[in-house]
């Protein structure tokens, strides 16, 4: 059963600086990963989609790397601000598009 | 585009109502999805659709019943509401399953009493 873990499960950092978040997954068979934004009591705003046979995305300040093999991604987000606060849901995701999402990790960029 | 839209956007029933949850994309996408986030769990995957007048189950599709009568529309019903369900709902839809990214709606808060 494929299971996504996103650790730190909480990171604060002052704005300005660069930072990665974590996602790991059990599985390597995946037809996709994608990274989400979540606002406290909003919906899921998609990042970033990296196909299982890319090794990474890029969009503006954010960069998503998938490592198939070791179960990994990374998003890198760049220069960090204060409007980058959120909680950050990386998904795994399979041929008939059913995603697997982790925990999150909930960012607060401090200015 | 109003993308993929919820109603209600809040809701409370009592133990043992029944409602219905609707979800609405105007981006003509084939497959259609109903996730539960709840706090400590994440989100998880409750029915899903590839195509009008088709449904599939997900990962927790217990006490709950969905319907695909139109592309554009994905229906969520609770038919005896538990305490349990109590959660908030995400409806969310994609172009072609496994290549494009799935756009999500603003979510329904339901509280079960």
């Known amino acids: 059963k494929q299971e996504v873990t996103q650790i730190p499960a909480a990171l604060s950092v002052p704005e300005g600086e660069n930072l990665v978040l974590n996602c790991s997954f059990t599985?390597?068979?995946?037809?996709?990963l994608q990274w989400f934004r979540q606002d406290p009591g909003k919906g899921l705003t998609s990042l970033l989609l990296i196909q299982s046979s890319q090794r990474e995305q890029t969009s503006g300040r954010l960069n998503a790397s998938l490592d198939k093999s070791s179960g990994r991604s990374t998003l890198y987000i760049a220069a960090s601000q204060p409007g980058d606060s959120a909680t950050y849901l990386c998904?795994?995701?399979?041929?008939?598009?059913?995603?697997?999402f982790g925990q999150g990790t909930t960012l607060q960029v401090k200015p | 585009n109003a993308g993929v839209t919820q109603t209600p956007k809040f809701r409370v029933l009592k133990t043992g109502q029944s409602m219905t949850l609707l979800c609405a994309q105007d981006?003509?996408?084939?497959?259609m999805y109903w996730y539960r986030q709840d706090p400590g769990m994440g989100l998880r995957l409750i029915h899903y659709s590839v195509g009008e007048g088709t449904t599939a189950k997900g990962e927790v599709p217990d006490g709950y019943n969905v319907s695909r009568l139109k592309k554009q529309n994905f229906l969520l019903g609770l038919e005896s509401a538990a305490p349990s369900q109590t959660s908030v709902y995400f409806c969310a839809s994609s172009d072609v399953a496994g290549v494009t990214e799935q756009f999500f709606g603003p979510g329904t808060r339901l509280t079960v009493l």
């Open positions: 599985d390597s068979a995946i037809y996709n």
């Open positions: 981006m003509n996408h084939e497959y």
């Open positions: 998904a795994v995701g399979s041929n008939t598009g059913k995603l697997i």
